[in-house]
């Protein structure tokens, strides 16, 4: 019998293909998701504008998007400190008790999300182009 072909990730993370924050979240996830639960595509790319067709953004959001459920009819699209927790929630270990955090007020949450957002490439660096995956993890990256 053949072996079963791995698991299509439920999950479509998208970022800011330039930013160094943006970048390391995207490690961080992929280093932490061995069931393979995310996928990832920059936010410039096709498979972003695939996925957030027909979906109302704020305007000028350039930082990370979740997208869960990506491939179904339920797909949602989460934003600011909502993806942030989400993604952290889909993490194995102790990374999904950031959970709770959830209890905090959005309005509070977000307002901090914003203000790292804001200085983001101050912080964090920003790069030319948007670096690509190792062949590792190639085939979790789309255009």
Request: aromatic content about 12%; some cysteine; charged content about 15%.
């Given at each position: 019998m053949p072996p079963a072909p791995p698991p299509q990730p439920r999950h479509l993370l998208l970022?800011?293909?330039?930013?160094?924050?943006?970048?390391?979240?995207?490690?961080?996830?992929?280093?932490?998701?061995?069931?393979?639960?995310?996928?990832?595509?920059?936010?410039?790319?096709?498979?972003?504008?695939?996925?957030?067709?027909?979906?109302s953004l704020p305007a000028g959001l350039d930082s990370v998007i979740?997208?869960?459920?990506?491939?179904?009819?339920?797909?949602?699209?989460l934003v600011e400190s909502d993806a942030a927790l989400a993604i952290a929630a889909g993490l194995?270990?102790?990374?999904?008790?950031?959970?709770v955090l959830r209890f905090v007020p959005r309005a509070i949450r977000d307002r901090l999300?914003?203000?790292?957002?804001r200085h983001r490439y101050r912080l964090f660096g920003r790069f030319e182009t948007c670096r690509?995956?190792?062949a590792v993890h190639a085939e979790r990256f789309l255009p």
């Open positions: 970022f800011d293909g330039v930013c160094g924050l943006c970048h390391r979240v995207v490690l961080f996830t992929l280093d932490r998701d061995p069931s393979g639960l995310f996928a990832f595509a920059p936010l410039a790319g096709p498979t972003a504008r695939e996925a957030l067709a027909g979906v979740l997208v869960k459920d990506w491939q179904t009819p339920a797909k949602q699209v194995p270990g102790a990374w999904r008790w950031l959970a999300y914003r203000l790292v957002a690509l995956p190792g």
